[in-house]
């Protein structure tokens, strides 16, 4: 290594390279006091600059206090006030600057991206303002009172910030309590009859009304209005009752201002009530009843806020509540109501056999227990539950009692305890005055097997206690014996962790049980009437048979049982070393009694955590597991491989194979699966290969020696298919199906659908459908025959009906031709008059224009269309050329649609308008017949949707034209059908109708209608 010559580089050299590197890191600091603290020689702070450099690359580096080479040397800076409150605007601030050079190019102050505004600079003291109301900080109220802002000092030399400091800016109006308020530690006030918080006491109303901040201890803070704190405030629900409350400092309400009220929020909602303040020191709520929702609590906290002048609230310290109960709630027994707190007033009344109130009770002079009364004893008390209902003789046992009235205090129930003839001496921590006595047992004799629980309360024992004060139990408590039988496994590992199942009868009895091999105990799991479970812990005395013995109570129980602690197991090889990242491989593991654990568990950790699975024990040698997966983030690249932290097994407690130090188990990346085509869905003939690509198919396990693999499975629908894998390939030989399929690959932890297959079959026919051709020909077949046979038997019956049907239609032939004669004669017309008249006087046809007017104006002699346009002289020029702009218009066909949709929609537009619009616009298009069909047809589209919408019937579709479409369309077919009617249609139809008429006019008429009688009868 060698230095550069002007020591600002270092040379290292090795056999492929040489790199030069810089002999300091100046730029990697940020602050001063970081620059030279670090202890780095060629570093210093250059101060305008605000940079950690060496001191030649500093500007002006030789002035005084320009660079500064000492962490003392550093800018410090102070500022007064150093907080204002956000209603204070351009505010002037003194800033004492520390070890700065000369400032004569001027300096900036700024409040971050709030404000900047120029510096005065006198000697070390610059002087600035606070910003402008525009530019102040905006305080949020749920994130405090205030906001800390850094006050930066710029070198307009440089441009740059080279010190800074903190600033506050703080909001009093935040604040909507007078405790919170004085107690900040801003200058803050607070004004008792505005109820309001400010920086400026000059704003409260009276000065006497002003509690100031304090200057010099927190006594101040009892200024403040406030309520003192009391002892527990009892109210039963509804007793109606005043409640008085302590305080201090309470305001007189001024003119216009409210008096006091209190308000007490039960269950979430809100009860006002109204409130007297007797002087400053003193409130009282007026009297009122109180009262909450069920019976599952038997008193309930409230909390109560005393306001006046409608929202102005008095501080609170203590958080006084107000505690309403229920004396019948949760107390449906004379012990738990006489058990309840003194201080309510609960007594027991015995004719309705209820507790509450002494005042409630139905008759006065009727007899009522209460606490500490001169009858305060319950009488009938109750058994309801015994735990437990079994034990041994020889005693121990803690048996526990719950019922009813089981008395009010321990000296009551002492002494006065049997169980099944054997006194059971009660223990004081565990009774529950009136609920529960907890008492042991003593030792039973031989000839005691079963009796009930007896309890006396307040007596001098039970066989001498008063009926009413004695509990008798429903059921026995019996003596049993317990014993053991066997246990299994009857060997572990010398470190312990076996989970134990011993065997045996009568093994639930009693209240507490242990378990010993020889002189080490076996913590206790659970158990049943035949068994107990318990986990061995290390050996003490290693290796060999320890004795097993349980301990029921007081109760010994020993047999020829042995536990034997054996070597811890050992694992000696993996097979494979390898994984991928979701595990659930095969992993052959060998080892050394392996067999002595019950539950062998693999584990994996990384990066922190600890993933498991589960393994088999086939031999004391040999057991399979499925390899953990590698808690591995997203993150990480799936194509590197990975080696977790830690990789080992639980075997219960053996410690030595929890991390196996010589393992270089490794996870590869997961196999990656393409989808089979891109919409989803891969067509394919029968017995076509099915191709599925993807990454990492076959790890490079060769790395290790391993020759394992990955074995897969893929579904076809429910079927699985042959496979030959390749690195980026499965082949599957399909099965024989036809139709869609799922497919399913699984590997590992990995389950996959990379799409769905159809198979498409070769034949026509698949063989259902030709099995299905084939019955349904046969039952064809079958249908043929029954058919004929019952042709054949209704032939001879259809001969006789055809022969009577016959001569019935020859009879009423007849008479229809003679009534065709008949009726023939009478309307018969004389075609020479009728052609002679034609041949004189011709067909009357109207020229087209005549035609058309009379179809698309009605009624109308002379239209203004007919005319030629008569407007002033001066005028003529505009209309023409507003006529040509709105014949433009009308060949836009969007214009036109919107044009008639929009007159359509107006109500004013009558039957009579939509005529004549729908005329002229069918005289302007005549010429443009294709673009007028177009618009027709957009129309009668919009026509067809309104009349689906309105749910009409479609035969009243066209029947009236009440639409400009529809009457475009009558003078559409009027145009197009004047050629046919002149050429082709014209003389029959006016043949027709001269025939008509002529009839008409020979035969006989109505003389009262005027109708022609043929057609009259006709219409009958």
């Given at each position: 290594?060698?230095?550069?010559?002007?020591?600002?580089?270092?040379?290292?050299?090795?056999?492929?390279?040489?790199?030069?590197?810089?002999v300091?890191?100046?730029?990697?600091?940020?602050?001063?006091?970081?620059?030279?603290?670090?202890?780095?020689?060629?570093?210093?702070?250059?101060?305008?600059?605000?940079?950690?450099?060496?001191k030649?690359?500093?500007?002006?580096?030789?002035?005084?206090?320009?660079f500064?080479?000492?962490?003392?040397?550093?800018?410090?800076?102070?500022?007064?006030?150093?907080?204002?409150?956000?209603s204070?605007?351009?505010?002037?601030?003194?800033?004492?600057?520390?070890?700065?050079?000369?400032?004569?190019?001027?300096?900036?102050?700024?409040?971050?991206?709030?404000?900047?505004?120029?510096?005065?600079?006198?000697?070390?003291?610059?002087?600035?303002?606070?910003?402008?109301?525009?530019?102040?900080?905006?305080?949020?109220?749920?994130?405090?009172?205030?906001?800390i802002?850094q006050?930066y000092?710029?070198?307009?030399?440089?441009?740059?910030?080279?010190?800074?400091?903190?600033?506050?800016?703080?909001?009093?109006?935040?604040?909507?309590s007078?405790?919170?308020?004085?107690?900040?530690?801003?200058?803050?006030?607070?004004?008792?009859?505005?109820?309001?918080?400010?920086?400026?006491p000059?704003?409260?109303?009276?000065?006497?009304?002003?509690?100031?901040k304090?200057?010099?201890?927190?006594?101040?803070?009892?200024?403040?209005?406030?309520?003192?704190?009391?002892?527990?405030?009892?109210?039963?629900?509804?007793?109606?009752?005043?409640?008085?409350?302590?305080?201090?400092?309470?305001?007189q309400?001024?003119?216009?201002?409210?008096?006091?009220?209190?308000?007490?929020?039960?269950?979430?909602?809100?009860?006002?009530?109204?409130?007297?303040?007797?002087?400053?020191?003193?409130?009282?709520?007026?009297n009122?009843?109180?009262?909450?929702?069920?019976?599952?609590?038997?008193?309930?906290?409230?909390?109560?806020?005393?306001i006046?002048?409608?929202?102005?609230?008095?501080?609170?310290?203590?958080?006084?509540?107000?505690?309403?109960?229920?004396?019948?709630?949760?107390?449906?027994?004379?012990?738990?109501?006489?058990?309840?707190?003194?201080?309510?007033?609960c007594?027991?009344?015995?004719?309705?056999?209820?507790c509450?109130?002494k005042?409630?009770?139905?008759?006065?002079?009727?007899?009522?227990?209460?606490?500490?009364?001169?009858?305060?004893?319950?009488?009938?008390?109750?058994?309801?539950?015994?735990?437990?209902?079994?034990?041994?003789?020889?005693?121990?046992?803690?048996?526990?009692?719950?019922?009813?009235?089981?008395?009010?205090?321990?000296?009551?129930?002492?002494?006065?305890?049997?169980?099944?003839?054997?006194?059971?001496?009660?223990?004081?921590?565990?009774?529950?005055?009136?609920?529960?006595?907890?008492c042991?047992?003593?030792?039973?004799?031989?000839?005691?097997?079963?009796?009930?629980?007896e309890?006396?309360?307040?007596?001098?024992?039970?066989?001498?206690?008063?009926?009413?004060?004695r509990?008798?139990?429903?059921?026995y408590?019996?003596?049993?014996?317990?014993?053991?039988?066997?246990?299994?496994?009857?060997?572990?590992?010398?470190?312990?962790?076996?989970?134990?199942?011993?065997?045996?009868?009568?093994?639930?009895?009693?209240?507490?049980?242990?378990?010993?091999?020889?002189?080490q105990?076996?913590?206790?799991?659970?158990?049943?009437?035949?068994?107990?479970?318990?986990?061995?812990?290390?050996?003490?005395?290693?290796?060999?048979?320890a004795?097993?013995?349980?301990?029921?109570?007081?109760?010994?129980?020993?047999?020829?049982?042995k536990?034997?602690?054996?070597?811890?197991?050992?694992?000696?090889?993996?097979?494979?070393?390898?994984?991928?990242?979701?595990g659930?491989?095969?992993?052959?593991?060998?080892?050394?009694n392996?067999?002595?654990?019950?539950?062998?568990?693999?584990?994996?950790k990384?990066?922190?955590?600890?993933?498991?699975?589960?393994?088999?024990?086939f031999?004391?040698?040999?057991?399979?597991?499925?390899?953990?997966?590698?808690?591995?983030?997203?993150?990480?690249?799936?194509?590197?491989?990975?080696?977790p932290?830690?990789?080992?097994?639980?075997?219960?407690?053996?410690?030595?194979?929890?991390?196996?130090?010589?393992?270089?188990?490794?996870?590869?990346p997961?196999?990656?699966?393409?989808?089979?085509?891109?919409?989803?869905v891969?067509?394919?003939?029968?017995?076509?290969?099915?191709?599925?690509?993807?990454?990492?198919f076959l790890?490079?396990?060769?790395?290790?020696?391993?020759?394992?693999?990955?074995?897969?499975?893929?579904?076809?629908?429910?079927?699985?298919?042959l496979?030959?894998?390749?690195?980026?390939?499965?082949?599957?030989?399909?099965?024989n199906?036809?139709?869609?399929?799922?497919?399913?690959?699984?590997?590992?932890?990995?389950?996959?659908?990379?799409?769905?297959?159809?198979?498409?079959?070769?034949?026509?026919?698949?063989?259902?459908?030709i099995?299905?051709?084939?019955?349904?020909?046969?039952?064809?077949?079958?249908?043929?025959?029954?058919?004929?046979?019952?042709?054949?038997?209704?032939?001879?019956?259809?001969?006789?009906?055809?022969?009577?049907?016959?001569?019935?239609?020859?009879?009423?032939?007849?008479?229809?031709?003679?009534?065709c004669?008949?009726?023939?004669?009478?309307?018969?017309?004389?075609?020479?008059?009728?052609?002679?008249?034609?041949?004189?006087?011709?067909?009357?046809?109207?020229?087209?224009?005549?035609?058309?007017?009379?179809?698309?104006?009605?009624?109308i002699?002379?239209?203004?269309?007919?005319?030629?346009?008569?407007?002033?002289?001066?005028?003529?020029?505009?209309?023409?050329?507003?006529?040509?702009?709105?014949g433009?218009?009308?060949?836009?066909?969007?214009?036109?649609?919107?044009?008639?949709r929009?007159?359509?929609?107006?109500?004013?537009?009558?039957?009579?308008?939509?005529?004549?619009?729908?005329?002229?616009?069918?005289?302007?298009?005549?010429?443009?017949l294709?673009?007028?069909?177009?618009?027709?047809?957009?129309?009668?589209?919009?026509?067809?949707?309104?009349?689906?919408?309105?749910?009409?019937?479609?035969?009243?579709?066209?029947?009236?034209?009440?639409?400009?479409?529809?009457?475009?369309?009558?003078?559409?077919?009027?145009?197009?059908?004047?050629?046919?009617?002149?050429?082709?249609?014209?003389?029959?139809?006016?043949?027709?109708?001269?025939?008509?008429?002529?009839?008409?006019?020979?035969?006989?008429?109505?003389?009262?209608?005027?109708?022609?009688?043929?057609?009259?009868?006709?219409?009958?």
């Amino acid at each position: 290594m060698a230095f550069s010559p002007d020591h600002h580089f270092l040379y290292a050299m090795s056999e492929t390279q040489l790199t030069r590197v810089p002999v300091e890191a100046c730029g990697q600091y940020s602050t001063c006091r970081d620059c030279l603290g670090s202890g780095d020689p060629h570093c210093g702070w250059c101060v305008l600059h605000n940079m950690c450099t060496r001191k030649e690359k500093c500007e002006r580096s030789a002035e005084p206090r320009r660079f500064a080479s000492d962490i003392k040397q550093c800018v410090r800076l102070n500022v007064h006030p150093n907080n204002i409150s956000v209603s204070q605007f351009s505010v002037t601030l003194i800033l004492e600057a520390h070890n700065v050079p000369e400032l004569t190019a001027g300096v900036n102050c700024s409040f971050e991206d709030l404000a900047e505004m120029d510096g005065l600079v006198e000697g070390n003291r610059i002087q600035c303002s606070s910003p402008a109301e525009k530019a102040v900080p905006r305080i949020i109220i749920n994130k405090g009172d205030h906001q800390i802002v850094q006050l930066y000092l710029k070198s307009k030399e440089t441009g740059l910030a080279f010190a800074n400091t903190s600033f506050v800016f703080y909001n009093c109006s935040v604040h909507k309590s007078c405790l919170s308020c004085v107690g900040s530690p801003y200058q803050c006030h607070w004004c008792k009859y505005r109820h309001d918080c400010t920086h400026d006491p000059r704003t409260c109303s009276f000065q006497e009304g002003r509690v100031k901040k304090p200057e010099l201890s927190l006594s101040l803070l009892q200024e403040c209005p406030q309520l003192l704190p009391a002892e527990r405030i009892l109210v039963p629900v509804n007793v109606v009752k005043p409640i008085t409350l302590r305080a201090k400092n309470l305001p007189q309400p001024q003119s216009g201002q409210r008096g006091y009220e209190c308000l007490l929020t039960i269950q979430g909602v809100e009860q006002r009530v109204p409130a007297l303040r007797f002087n400053s020191s003193s409130v009282q709520c007026q009297n009122t009843s109180y009262s909450y929702d069920g019976m599952d609590m038997s008193s309930l906290p409230v909390d109560l806020t005393v306001i006046w002048n409608g929202d102005f609230s008095i501080d609170n310290p203590a958080d006084n509540k107000v505690h309403l109960y229920k004396c019948d709630a949760q107390r449906g027994s004379c012990g738990l109501c006489l058990k309840a707190d003194p201080l309510f007033g609960c007594v027991w009344c015995k004719d309705e056999n209820r507790c509450t109130l002494k005042q409630h009770c139905p008759n006065p002079e009727s007899p009522w227990l209460e606490h500490n009364g001169l009858n305060s004893k319950c009488t009938h008390p109750r058994i309801t539950q015994i735990m437990p209902l079994r034990g041994p003789r020889e005693g121990g046992t803690l048996v526990t009692i719950r019922g009813e009235n089981l008395g009010l205090d321990f000296s009551e129930i002492q002494g006065n305890v049997r169980v099944a003839d054997v006194d059971c001496t009660p223990v004081r921590e565990g009774y529950i005055p009136a609920e529960q006595i907890v008492c042991e047992m003593a030792v039973a004799t031989p000839s005691q097997f079963a009796n009930y629980v007896e309890v006396c309360v307040g007596g001098v024992g039970v066989r001498d206690c008063p009926k009413e004060f004695r509990a008798t139990s429903s059921k026995y408590y019996y003596f049993v014996i317990p014993r053991l039988s066997s246990l299994k496994p009857s060997r572990g590992p010398v470190s312990g962790g076996t989970i134990v199942n011993i065997t045996g009868s009568n093994l639930d009895a009693g209240s507490n049980v242990s378990i010993m091999f020889k002189d080490q105990k076996c913590t206790y799991h659970r158990r049943g009437g035949q068994w107990i479970t318990c986990r061995s812990h290390a050996s003490l005395h290693g290796y060999g048979n320890a004795s097993v013995s349980v301990t029921v109570d007081k109760a010994h129980i020993q047999k020829d049982l042995k536990f034997e602690y054996v070597e811890d197991p050992t694992i000696t090889k993996l097979e494979p070393e390898w994984s991928i990242f979701s595990g659930h491989t095969t992993v052959t593991v060998t080892g050394t009694n392996l067999d002595i654990i019950q539950n062998p568990l693999i584990r994996a950790k990384y990066n922190g955590r600890e993933t498991v699975n589960m393994c088999q024990v086939f031999t004391p040698t040999s057991m399979l597991c499925q390899a953990p997966e590698l808690p591995i983030s997203l993150g990480r690249q799936k194509d590197v491989p990975a080696r977790p932290d830690e990789f080992g097994f639980i075997l219960d407690d053996v410690q030595a194979v929890l991390a196996l130090n010589n393992s270089a188990f490794i996870y590869y990346p997961n196999p990656e699966f393409e989808l089979l085509h891109v919409s989803g869905v891969l067509e394919l003939k029968p017995g076509s290969p099915i191709i599925l690509k993807g990454q990492n198919f076959l790890p490079p396990t060769n790395t290790n020696g391993n020759n394992g693999k990955l074995n897969y499975t893929v579904l076809i629908g429910s079927k699985p298919c042959l496979l030959t894998v390749s690195e980026n390939q499965l082949l599957c030989e399909s099965p024989n199906l036809t139709g869609r399929h799922k497919v399913l690959a699984r590997v590992g932890g990995i389950e996959f659908s990379p799409g769905v297959v159809h198979i498409i079959s070769d034949s026509p026919l698949s063989s259902t459908a030709i099995i299905s051709i084939a019955g349904a020909g046969a039952l064809l077949l079958l249908f043929i025959v029954v058919v004929l046979i019952a042709y054949k038997r209704k032939s001879r019956e259809s001969d006789l009906t055809l022969k009577r049907l016959q001569m019935q239609m020859d009879n009423l032939e007849s008479r229809v031709a003679l009534e065709c004669k008949e009726a023939f004669a009478e309307l018969q017309t004389d075609i020479h008059e009728l052609t002679s008249d034609l041949d004189g006087a011709g067909i009357p046809f109207l020229d087209y224009r005549a035609y058309t007017m009379r179809v698309l104006f009605p009624g109308i002699e002379e239209h203004p269309v007919l005319r030629d346009l008569e407007v002033p002289g001066y005028r003529q020029e505009q209309v023409e050329k507003g006529l040509k702009l709105f014949g433009q218009l009308i060949n836009n066909k969007v214009f036109l649609l919107s044009f008639i949709r929009t007159l359509e929609s107006q109500r004013g537009f009558s039957m009579r308008d939509r005529g004549n619009v729908a005329s002229l616009i069918m005289t302007v298009l005549q010429s443009k017949l294709e673009y007028a069909t177009d618009v027709l047809k957009h129309l009668l589209s919009d026509l067809i949707d309104r009349n689906l919408e309105s749910k009409n019937h479609p035969k009243l579709l066209l029947r009236r034209t009440e639409s400009v479409a529809e009457k475009m369309l009558t003078n559409w077919f009027t145009f197009l059908l004047y050629k046919f009617l002149k050429e082709c249609a014209g003389e029959p139809l006016f043949s027709l109708f001269c025939a008509i008429k002529q009839q008409m006019e020979k035969g006989p008429i109505d003389s009262i209608t005027g109708e022609a009688a043929t057609l009259t009868g006709d219409r009958s």
